[in-house]
């Protein structure tokens, strides 16, 4: 399979707790996305890459989250010291352009449940 | 501030019925639109839209995009219970650093029954 793949699918922690994800973009695909999606809402964008440069983060990116991306290839999101009101599903996405429009693949998902 | 607004919220037919589903945006820096279909998992591409008035199909789907009037919609006839699903609007905001990131509707969730 060579589409974007995210580890894990599910994880559950207790408040407090440290977690990290991680994604692996379509092989050549130089910008890789992080969003966002709370119950019955379309995704939020969270964070963009190309390459190993992480050129935007959104507001709702806290200072308890920090992404990287290091080499260009597969990329982390940890969420320090989580809070019930991360839960969510993290998607990833990598689309191939360099310049231009270019359609985003998305990755399966990690859903996350901070008891 | 950058807005997706898709409606109906939610929808329910019977097979075979023909669905119009409905997209508008507010964004600056408009550089595309874009339909997925997602299933209880990811969102699957359906269709991307880069000028108003050419109607791109896939088999039972079809989707148009107005750039003077900020909308777009997607068709779906003959419809089948697997066309189930939430699909979401996507509008690409191209602005400073060339980012590409999408500003997502809250999506239609379609149920077809048999």
């Known amino acids: 399979d060579t589409g974007v793949s995210q580890d894990p699918r599910h994880k559950i922690t207790k408040r407090g707790q440290n977690v990290t994800f991680r994604c692996d973009p379509i092989?050549?695909?130089?910008?890789l996305y992080w969003y966002r999606q709370t119950l019955g809402q379309g995704p939020e964008f969270l964070t963009y890459?190309?390459?190993?440069?992480?050129?935007?983060k959104s507001r709702l990116l806290s200072d308890r989250f920090s992404a990287e991306r290091p080499k260009g290839s597969f990329s982390t999101l940890e969420i320090q010291r989580t809070e019930q009101g991360d839960s969510a599903m993290y998607l990833c996405?990598?689309?191939?352009?360099?310049?231009?429009?270019?359609?985003?693949?998305f990755g399966p998902g990690t859903r996350l449940l901070v008891l | 501030e950058d807005k997706v607004v898709q409606s109906p919220l939610s929808l329910v037919v019977h097979e075979g019925d023909t669905v119009t589903l409905n997209c508008s945006y507010e964004?600056?820096?408009?550089?595309?639109l874009l339909w997925y279909k997602q299933e209880k998992k990811a969102p699957t591409f359906l269709f991307m839209l880069?000028?108003?008035?050419i109607e791109k199909k896939s088999g039972r789907l079809s989707s148009i995009l107005d750039k003077k009037e900020l909308f777009s919609i997607l068709n779906i006839t003959a419809t089948q219970t697997g066309d189930s699903a939430v699909y979401l609007c996507?509008?690409?905001?191209?602005?400073?650093?060339?980012?590409?990131?999408?500003?997502f509707g809250q999506g239609t969730t379609l149920q077809v029954k048999p």
């Open positions: 996405a990598s689309s191939p352009r360099t310049a231009g429009g270019g359609t985003q693949y």
């Open positions: 092989s050549e695909h130089n910008r």
């Open positions: 890459f190309q390459n190993e440069a992480q050129l935007e």
């Open positions: 964004v600056t820096n408009f550089r595309s």
């Open positions: 880069t000028s108003s008035g």
């Open positions: 996507a509008v690409e905001n191209d602005g400073s650093g060339n980012t590409g990131k999408l500003i």
